[in-house]
């Protein structure tokens, strides 16, 4: 990775946080602490809500830039992305395109699988025709453990490990909660890996341990039980193969700049992709800083390289 820029290039920098997903206490904890980290560099910064602004305001505020750290719906579906297009203000990270590909994580399935990607077998539950009475053959078809996961919700809400139909009904319905449509995944048992992306290349990644049935809101924002080991603990040839991957994954999904794409692996050793994230999280818990961190690249170094994201190529 290599950053050239001067404070002054970037000129006056709005970073968007909070917004009006479900995941809005986690943007704003991410925001507070880039807008800090950019501020100690001498850059000129103003936070942003784009819940409690119009986001016209950034033209008054004579912004020269947006870096988003606007987490889920509004923020992460290119729907922002496409507003500030529309005001011609440079943005970080993935275009219009790429974060609603990786947003919705039956889409994402759905072209790695085109491309001949691993990942793990799945079905699609759809509100409008969902029958309670179909749950036990999906069981059986999925291998008796299935995660349920809403299509477009991020920081693992309104998900849930099942083993039992009588339980996939009960997540299913309370998935619907959050969307129209639900993917159904086969649990893959093992290990979960991140692998955090910046700039083209691939950070170390990263091994988590958690003792919840699986790494939830509560394993991710606040519980102190959830282990990280970064390095994984993964041999040199396995490494670079999650790295190829994951880089692979990401441009697969049209992601561009930075973000974070997520693995599991199988007791053979195989990888399965489970989701792309164009938005990472960046508090004090987040996983994109922990692998810069072991690359050599401090916090501030980091939000400077996702700034320079929005800089022409």
């Not at 077998?121 to 995660?147: H, P, T, W």
């Not at 519980?223 to 190829?244: V, W």
Request: proline share 4%; net charge negative.
């Amino acid at each position: 990775m290599s950053n050239t820029y001067q404070a002054s290039d970037f000129g006056r920098v709005a970073v968007l946080l909070g917004g009006d997903s479900a995941e809005r206490e986690v943007s704003l904890r991410s925001g507070k602490a880039v807008a800090a980290a950019l501020q100690r560099q001498g850059i000129d910064v103003i936070e942003f809500d784009p819940a409690k602004r119009q986001i016209t305001d950034l033209i008054e505020e004579k912004v020269d830039r947006a870096l988003i750290m606007l987490h889920g719906r509004g923020g992460e579906d290119g729907s922002m992305q496409g507003a500030l297009q529309q005001l011609k203000i440079p943005y970080t990270g993935s275009g219009v395109l790429g974060s609603a590909l990786a947003m919705d994580k039956i889409h994402s399935k759905q072209i790695w699988e085109s491309l001949g990607m691993p990942t793990a077998k799945y079905q699609i539950a759809d509100k409008s025709d969902f029958e309670a009475g179909s749950c036990s053959a999906i069981m059986k078809r999925l291998g008796n453990k299935v995660m349920v996961k809403p299509a477009c919700e991020g920081s693992s809400i309104g998900m849930a490990k099942v083993t039992s139909a009588k339980q996939l009904e009960t997540a299913i319905q309370d998935a619907f909660n959050y969307d129209n449509q639900v993917l159904l995944e086969q649990f893959i048992d093992g290990p979960e890996f991140t692998v955090a992306l910046l700039q083209g290349k691939a950070l170390p990644s990263i091994r988590m341990s958690t003792p919840h049935t699986f790494y939830d809101y509560a394993a991710k924002y606040q519980d102190d039980t959830t282990q990280y080991f970064c390095p994984s603990g993964l041999s040199d040839e396995q490494e670079a193969r999650l790295a190829e991957l994951a880089s692979k994954a990401f441009h697969a999904l049209s992601g561009k700049g930075w973000g974070r794409v997520d693995v599991m692996q199988d007791a053979s050793g195989d990888f399965y992709l489970l989701e792309s994230n164009t938005v990472p999280g960046m508090t004090e818990k987040s996983l994109v800083p922990k692998a810069a961190r072991v690359a050599g690249i401090d916090f501030d170094a980091l939000t400077l390289a996702i700034l320079a994201t929005s800089m022409p190529e």
